[in-house]
């Protein structure tokens, strides 16, 4: 089992920045592909981006590209999503997640998710 749990949320204006954090207990994350997902009010949860095991590939959403990047620090148990220049339609719920196979944009190959941590980017 592997417990994920979300930091960094918060409540900015367009054109800040926020660092996410994910930090994983119960299993070492170098053995999975790691995940960032969102989820706004009314709309299904999506994919952000993506980071293999040992951070050689990256994949990110286009709307994100360019402005945010996802890095790892296995040593740390951590996963973290810089996030640039936010935009108010990056307003979300932010998950991360743990998959054993390769990057992937749909939910279901993530085993494991964490609550959630809440971005809210004013106008």
């Known amino acids: 089992q592997v417990q994920l749990v979300e930091s960094g949320g918060g409540l900015v204006q367009a054109g800040d920045s926020l660092r996410l954090s994910c930090a994983a207990s119960?299993?070492?994350?170098?053995?999975?592909?790691m995940g960032w997902f969102r989820q706004a009010p009314g709309k299904e949860r999506e994919f952000v981006a993506g980071?293999?095991?040992?951070?050689?590939?990256?994949r990110y959403v286009d709307s994100v590209k360019g402005r945010f990047t996802i890095s790892r620090d296995n040593a740390k148990n951590t996963v973290y999503l810089q996030m640039n220049s936010l935009k108010p339609e990056d307003t979300a719920v932010y998950y991360c997640?743990?998959?054993?196979?390769?990057?992937?944009?749909?939910?279901?190959?993530?085993?494991?998710w964490g609550q959630g941590t809440q971005v809210t980017v004013s106008s």
């Open positions: 997640a743990a998959s054993k196979v390769k990057i992937a944009v749909l939910t279901t190959p993530y085993n494991y």
């Open positions: 119960g299993r070492t994350i170098a053995d999975y592909t």
């Open positions: 980071i293999s095991w040992n951070g050689a590939i990256t």
